[in-house]
């Protein structure tokens, strides 16, 4: 059989599987966080520490990675990560529910049920990925890995705006319910996007009498692999400079230039509006004009990403407050261009490593980006806080810690320059090249 490499359509249909998760997070990491503190009056640390568990138990996704590679499918994992985040996401919803009368007994809940969502999120998005990486051509790498984010991020926005009317006036028995239809729609969606892709378009591994490879001696064997090293390197320090700013761009805006909160609320998404553009400039410029390399695109979206902060910083020293907007959109865009490009380097690299091993391969990376994703966000606050406090104008401080950012993506681009293009061809995409 005859397995063709995965068109524009099908990409799409994957994507699906991110939009699947991106609804379920969205209800965890913003909805249950709002209730957790406003209206159970609860310590802001508590669902912090909650969100930080789940980006722990992500630690896990080489190893379900390693599962599928031994198991030579890769929709089963998807659809059990599904089934378990879509579990976990209503668990969570019936945890803070439970905290209302039930203190101990609902943060209990709610650590298995935050577990349950880290293991989900792990385990689907690792596996498509790494079904993208056998299933797509290689010149589509980059625009599919710009689609799947996007896709991630419209499944966060429309569950956001949907759940806000739903969930109207607010009680807890809408909250659980809310919870249980995003879920159950999420793994019909993803039953959907995965349905006869890996059996028309990836394939089969050869059947092998031989005893597999224990996990931790095919994750050293990884990780002794140079090149999958150093791209593991870039992901975590490229993704801690990209989350480190997160966290302390509105103080910043507030802070140094007096912006309300709606104004500086605006700024944070006209910065996801150049995220947007970027990827979307990603994707053509490598799918459709073929312009360069998926390299080059990551070094540049860095080199961009560190003068846009390093211009941040200038902004705030000199007071320059009208260049902030577009200083803070050139910041998006080329992080934009960065992130999506990533994500199409991860799965060529997969793809160009040793047969079998995409599902780890993949993992392993994903585990090095969930590392940087907590240490980001937590670095970022606490950077801002000591340079606030061992430096008495606040425009400095910050402009320090941006300058910090700047640094990192610079020795990401570093790195970035050394990611050897892979090598082994792909026999299964090569038709339609």
């Not at 969930?167 to 995965?194: K, Y």
């Not at 799965?347 to 940087?372: D, K």
Request: aromatic content about 8%; hydrophobic content about 55%.
């Amino acid at each position: 059989m005859t397995h063709s490499p995965l068109g524009w359509l099908g990409i799409l249909r994957l994507g699906l599987v991110q939009t699947a998760i991106g609804a379920v997070v969205v209800l965890t990491n913003s909805t249950l966080n709002r209730v957790m503190v406003v209206e159970l009056g609860l310590a802001a640390m508590l669902p912090g520490l909650l969100m930080g568990l789940y980006y722990g138990v992500e630690l896990l996704r080489p190893r379900w990675g390693y599962g599928s590679d031994i198991a030579g499918r890769r929709t089963p994992w998807i659809l059990g990560g599904i089934a378990i985040l879509a579990l976990g996401g209503v668990a969570a919803a019936g945890a803070t529910w439970v905290m209302q009368s039930h203190l101990a007994l609902g943060i209990g809940l709610a650590i298995l049920a935050y577990t349950a969502i880290g293991i989900g999120v792990g385990a689907s998005g690792t596996l498509t990925l790494t079904l993208l990486a056998v299933t797509v051509a290689p010149r589509r790498r980059a625009a599919a890995g710009a689609i799947v984010f996007l896709m991630m991020i419209a499944g966060l926005a429309v569950t956001a705006g949907a759940a806000g009317q739903f969930l109207d006036p607010f009680s807890f028995e809408r909250l659980l319910t809310v919870s249980a239809c995003v879920g159950a729609a999420a793994f019909a969606l993803a039953i959907f996007a995965v349905r006869g892709i890996e059996r028309r378009h990836a394939r089969p591994l050869a059947p092998t009498t031989e005893r597999p490879t224990p996990f931790l001696q095919a994750l050293r064997s990884v990780w002794r692999d140079e090149e999958a090293r150093r791209l593991a390197i870039f992901v975590f320090c490229s993704m801690l400079a990209f989350n480190m700013q997160d966290p302390i761009l509105e103080p910043f805006a507030g802070l140094v230039f007096g912006l309300d909160v709606g104004a500086s609320t605006g700024l944070a998404a006209m910065q996801h509006q150049g995220v947007f553009w970027g990827m979307i400039a990603a994707a053509v410029g490598l799918s459709g004009l073929r312009l360069g390399t998926m390299r080059g695109w990551i070094v540049t979206g860095c080199t961009g990403s560190a003068l846009a902060l390093a211009a941040l910083a200038w902004s705030g020293m000199s007071g320059r407050g009208d260049l902030l907007t577009p200083i803070v959109f050139g910041l998006g865009l080329c992080n934009g261009l960065f992130a999506a490009t990533v994500i199409g380097q991860m799965m060529a690299s997969a793809a160009g490593g040793e047969p079998g091993r995409e599902g780890t391969r993949i993992g392993f990376w994903g585990a090095a980006q969930a590392i940087a994703f907590g240490c980001g966000i937590l670095a970022g606050a606490g950077a801002a806080d000591i340079a606030c406090a061992l430096l008495s104008d606040v425009a400095s401080a910050y402009g320090v810690v941006f300058l910090i950012e700047a640094v990192l993506f610079l020795a990401a681009a570093a790195l970035a320059a050394r990611i050897a293009l892979p090598g082994r061809p792909d026999p299964a995409l090569m038709p339609g090249e």
